[in-house]
Every structure is written in structure tokens, then in C-alpha cells.
């Protein structure tokens, strides 16, 4: 069993971390094969990215990009009007999207699972700022674990607090729990 994840983003949002800490968690929760890598194009703030994790019961031998993708994180839903996530997708895939609308405003996607969540109101709400802007990464993460269910909260608390001390991994658990609660699931054909 495994999963491929693309995280659609922009610079300064924390796409690379949210693939990593993903990979992590996959880790802990006892998959046997584990990959994360991001892809730049111009290296500034607010240019769009992609990362990709693979995660797989077996191991993984390539550490190439994800081409397509199981799963696709946005956390820039401005992203959605310059690059066609569902090119990215495998058929039945999952998108899960920053967005505050709901599942059934993405008629596009009909023929994909979607999942949504306010993850820059949480960022906000939990005072996820970097130079003042809202960081949606942790919230993302939340809300592709309960989207998916692949990772488990009790991973990703290991994961943040081993990675952040302190306030900062507070607030970043704090996010991924609101964002994993927030989450609302739209199942393919629904």
C-alpha cells in the first residue's frame, strides 16, 4: 500500500516543512518506505512550488518527483486558476484544499474526493505568522490527516513537538487539531 502527495504552495507558505513533517509522521506510524522533496522555481516569497511526498508499506526506490499524484494539498487556492490540479492527479484522487467554501463549490473536481478547510483563518487564529503573513502548512497537515487517514493526530504531535519547542509547538498543534476538526469531506460522486 502506498500514497504519493503533491503540496501545491507558494514561497513562505511552509510547503517543503508540511512534506516533511508528513514524512515523519509516515514514519512513525510504521510505513516502511518514505520519501520527501521539494521543486523550485525561482527561489522568493510567494512564488508558486510544489513538494511531494511518497509513503509506502515497502520500500521506495525512487526519489524522483511525484508526476502523479493519490493525493493533492493547495495551500494557496489562487494556485487552482494557474496550474490544473487535476493534471496532477491520479483518477479518484484526493484534493484537499485551503479554502473557506465547501466541498460541493469545486464542481470541476466531481470526479475526485475534495476535502476543505479554512487553514488560513486557523493560521491566523492561531498566530501562525512569519513577516506577517499567515503560515497554513500545520493547519494543512491537520487537515489532510483527517481527510485521508493516513496519519494519525498522536503521530503528528510527536513530529511537531520534536521539531518545535515551546510556544511554537503549541500553536502549531493547536492549528493542526482546529484544521483536522474544521476538515469537511466530500467523497467522489458525491
Known sequence: MGYDIVWHGRGGQGVVVAAHILAQAAYLEGFGGITSAPQFGPERRGA?????????STTIRTVSQVQKADIA???????????????????????????NLQPHDFPAYAEYAVATC??????????????????????????????SGIISLSSLEKVFTERFKGVLASVNLMAVNEAYVATILKKRGE
Open 118 to 147: 479554512d487553514a488560513l483563518h486557523i493560521a491566523n487564529g492561531c498566530g501562525l505568522l512569519k513577516d506577517g503573513s499567515a503560515v497554513v502548512n500545520a493547519p494543512m497537515v491537520g487537515a489532510l490527516a483527517r481527510a
Open 48 to 56: 508558486p512550488l510544489t513538494a511531494s511526498t511518497r509513503i509506502s
Open 73 to 99: 494539498v493547495v495551500l494557496d487556492p489562487s494556485l487552482m486558476r494557474i496550474i490544473n490540479i487535476a493534471a496532477t492527479l491520479n483518477d479518484g484522487g484526493l484534493i484537499v484544499i485551503n479554502t
